[in-house]
Every structure is written in C-alpha cells, then in structure tokens.
Nanobody, 116 residues
Framework: QEQLVESGGGLVQPGGSLILSCAAS????????MGWYRQAPGKQRELVAS???????MYRNSFLGRFTISGDNAKNTVYLQIDSLKPEDTAIYYC??????????WGKGTLVTVSS
C-alpha cells in the first residue's frame, strides 16, 4: 500500500529552523526521485525542491539558500531543512514524486506555522 507520511512541522518563531521528514512506503518507496512541496494559505501547491536516489538535488529559484533537501535511501526517507524561517513560509508541506499532479495520491502533509 502506497503511503507518504510527513512530519516535523509545528509552530516556529521567525528566524528559527525546522527539519521536516517524509517516510515513503509501498510503491512510493521505489520512486527514483522525491520532492517537497508546500501549499500556503490561499495559494496553489508548489514544488520546493527534489532529490534523486543518487543525491542530485534541484531547487526552485524561489527556494534557493534557506532550504536544504536530503535523503536516506535505506530508510526511504526524505528531509527538508528550512532555516531562517519567515512568516511567509507558513504552509502545509508535502512530499511526493517531482512530477506528481493533484490527481495522484498525497499524504496529509505537515503544517509549518511561522509566527511570533
């Protein structure tokens, strides 16, 4: 059974850091590449970054510098570190294959709230 479980979100003050985790199982664990997405309130879900099993990474231009994606193939887990958090980083963060569409399976995501 395919499953994606995101975790690590929470309430963080501006300037803080978080590390999000995404555990993949079933057919999701066999993807060649995984990505992190986010959906801010009132906005569409957008791809933040992706990583292949070989460790090659890609970041959307808007997310260069404060976002770091990494992975552990043995654990079928992908991570997203976010530094210097800003209120505009408030969003639900999801993981999925980089080519996922709204019609694909999605996990529940993890909510990141940046507020003082």
């Amino acid at each position: 059974q395919e499953q994606l479980v995101e975790s690590g979100g929470g309430l963080v003050q501006p300037g803080g850091s978080l590390i999000l985790s995404c555990a993949a199982s079933g057919s999701m664990a066999s993807f060649y590449a995984m990505g992190w997405y986010r959906q801010a309130p009132g906005k569409q879900r957008e791809l933040v970054a992706s990583i292949t099993r070989e460790g090659s990474t890609m970041y959307r231009n808007s997310f260069l510098g404060r976002f770091t994606i990494s992975g552990d193939n043995a654990k079928n887990t992908v991570y997203l570190q976010i530094d210097s958090l800003k209120p505009e980083d408030t969003a639900i963060y999801y993981c999925n294959k980089p080519t996922a569409s709204d019609m694909d399976y999605w996990g529940k995501g993890t909510l990141v709230t940046v507020s003082s």
